[in-house]
T-cell receptor
């Protein structure tokens, strides 16, 4: 159990476009989902915490108007990178939290902005 | 500032030996401790979690927790080349659902 999917797994886009990444918990309901970003050879960086039906809580330094998060249901959260630029190129990973504490990660989305 | 410290490595261990990965944390209020494994280019996967002082074993993996010393470790017995990865330690308070992450230790198992 505890499977989390992400879509797409890889995306290449032009500078200035917006990209939407979906995160789904497939076999459990996730009241909380997390969005992380990881640059090459660096550790995970938490971007925001998303609770179903409420506004996301963003970490310091993360622009909420640039990284739009929608947690519309107990199994789906989306991250939209608006007006993406090359410096936004990174590995974006979501995780979903079960009621008993563990976080389970999606496979990640590699974003390349040209 | 709540911190989780790990030696970045790389830690090189011969195949078949025991790999020992260590993690210290700053917040005495921490209650839950997690070890994740991350292969290059992949997302982290949960290996083990531990809540109580002492040892917890699962197959070749043993997690050890010492709350007095604020120290948690992961032992991997009979190390295999497929164990080569970055191991992330994460710590959680009971009152906060967020995890505080270490930077990870890169483990290399040499055949």
């Amino acid at each position: 159990g505890a499977v989390v999917s992400q879509h797409p797994s890889r995306v290449i886009c032009k500078s200035g476009t917006s990209v939407k990444i979906e995160c789904r918990s497939l076999d459990f309901q996730a009241t909380t989902m997390f969005w992380y970003r990881q640059f090459p050879k660096q550790s995970l960086m938490l971007m925001a915490t998303s609770n179903e039906g409420s506004k996301a809580t963003y970490e310091q330094g993360v622009e909420k108007d640039k990284f739009l998060i929608n947690h519309a249901s107990l199994t789906l959260s989306t991250l939209t990178v608006t007006s993406a630029h090359p410096e936004d190129s990174s590995f974006y990973i979501c995780s979903a939290r079960q009621a008993d504490n563990e976080q389970f990660f999606g496979p990640g989305t590699r974003l390349t902005v040209l | 500032q709540k911190e989780v410290e790990q030696n970045s490595g790389p830690l090189s261990v011969p195949e078949g030996a025991i790999a020992s990965l260590n993690c210290t944390y700053s917040d005495r209020g921490s209650q839950s401790f997690f070890w994740y494994r991350q292969y290059s280019g992949k997302s982290p996967e949960l290996i083990m979690f531990i809540y109580s002082n002492g040892d917890k074993e699962d197959g070749r993996f043993t997690a050890q927790l010492n709350k007095a010393s604020q120290y948690v470790s992961l032992l991997i017995r009979d190390s295999q080349p497929s164990d080569s990865a970055t191991y992330l330690c994460a710590v959680k308070e009971d009152s906060n659902y967020q995890l505080i992450w270490g930077a990870g230790t890169k483990l290399i198992i040499k055949p």
